[in-house]
Structure formats: structure tokens, C-alpha cells
């Protein structure tokens, strides 16, 4: 035999050795998935003001995922009272040298409650989808609605800036960050700004659809 084995002893060898290695070797799992990465880019809305961190959004959304078999790590880069011009200020240092697999982009209520100009805002939001576009960074762009106390001018203005941007930038719109939410006082805080955790419930349950598309995962 090769290398000075007896044919008992290649034998024995193949038994013990080599075949539980084989063997091993076959019928092992497969490699999992690497986890993806998800920055939620926001204000208050996404930060999780006036609750626990793990009834946040992006704990929320992650937890979600999770039960669908999806492994991500939903980063909170949330900044509460952040406007549209603090998060172009801020995305790049943020983003640091990482490519995420997505940026869910919710921004502009503070610019809406304080009344700033929606081309201001637009210009701001224009940037930042501008920056992750050059980046090939997936973005899925979270609209939001001017209060309606601001008058119909001021609303007609600033509502048309998510679907225009959208679909200058070609990303997905989820067309209202508090769709189901909004207005509805089991749903939110006592400022009647921010939703409880019932409501940040709603917010992923409607919102997954979107987040799913843009990470091209079907269920």
C-alpha cells in the first residue's frame, strides 16, 4: 500500500478517518446568509422618542424581520428634533466608509412643524438621495405630510416633494411614515406627535412591504 500502510491499516484508516470526515462534509447546513444591514436615517419618528430603545422603529423593524426568517441588524441613526438640512449634515459621517444594504430615509416633519420652506427641504432631501445614489446605497425614501394648520399652499408644496424626488432619484416611496397612525390618540403620545409602541407596531407592520421590495427579498 502507499506510504508503507498494510491494506488493514488503509482500512482502519478509511473508517475511522476519513469517512466520519466525509461524511460530515456532506451532510453539514448550509453556510447562513450573511445579515444585511439597515440604517434607519430619521428624526424623532425613527430615534424612538419617549420610549424603550427595543420599541423603536429600527428594534421593531428588526425584530420583524427576524420572524421572517431575515437576518438584519437595523441600525437607529435617529435624531430627534433632526431637520432635513441637520441629516444632509450628517448622513456622510453616518455612512462612514460602509455600503448598508439599505437607508430608510425619514425626514422633514420638523421642517413641516416649524413651517421652513419646502424648497429648503427639497433641496436638502435632493442632496442626500443625490449622495446615496452616487454611493449605490438602496434607499427607500419615507414620505411625511405638512400639518394641516400650515394652510393648503404650504401643504400643496411640501406634499408633492417625496413623490417627485422618488421618482427623479427612481427609489421606492412608502408615500407616509405614520400611515395608520396619524391622528389616531390610542396610537400616540400625549403630544399627539409621536406613537406609542402600539403605534410604532402599525408603522412596520404597513411599512414592511416597502422595506422588503427594496431589499429584493420575497416572502
Known amino acids: 500500500m502507499a506510504y508503507g500502510l498494510s491494506r488493514f491499516q488503509f482500512n482502519h484508516l478509511t473508517k475511522h478517518l476519513i469517512w466520519p470526515l466525509v461524511l460530515l462534509i456532506v451532510t453539514s447546513p448550509p453556510a447562513l446568509a450573511a445579515q444585511k444591514l439597515i440604517i434607519a436615517f430619521g428624526d ?7 420610549l424603550a430603545q427595543n420599541e423603536a422603529f429600527p428594534a421593531r423593524l428588526e425584530a420583524a424581520l427576524a420572524a421572517r426568517g431575515i437576518a438584519a441588524r ?5 435624531v430627534s428634533g433632526d431637520t432635513t438640512a441637520g441629516g444632509r449634515a450628517r448622513l456622510g459621517w453616518i455612512l462612514g466608509e460602509r455600503t448598508p ?20 427641504a427639497r433641496d436638502n432631501l435632493a442632496a442626500m438621495l443625490a449622495l446615496l445614489k452616487r454611493r449605490r446605497i438602496p434607499v427607500l425614501l419615507a414620505g411625511m ?5 400650515l394652510g393648503t399652499g404650504y401643504g400643496a408644496a411640501f406634499n408633492c416633494l417625496y413623490p417627485a424626488l ?6 421606492p416611496l412608502y408615500p407616509f411614515f405614520l400611515d395608520g397612525v396619524a391622528g389616531k390618540p390610542a396610537l400616540n403620545q400625549a403630544d399627539g406627535l409621536h406613537p406609542t409602541a402600539a403605534g410604532v407596531t402599525v408603522i412596520v407592520k404597513r411599512i414592511m412591504p416597502w422595506v422588503l421590495g427594496a431589499l429584493n427579498v420575497t416572502e
Open 145 to 149: 405630510l405638512a400639518p394641516p394648520n
Open 44 to 50: 424623532s419618528l425613527t430615534a424612538g422618542l419617549g
Open 166 to 171: 422618488a421618482q427623479k432619484y427612481a427609489v
Open 101 to 120: 444594504d439599505l437607508v430608510i430615509l425619514e425626514l422633514g416633519a420638523n421642517d413641516a412643524l416649524r413651517g421652513l420652506p419646502p424648497e429648503a
Open 74 to 78: 437595523v441600525e437607529n441613526a435617529g
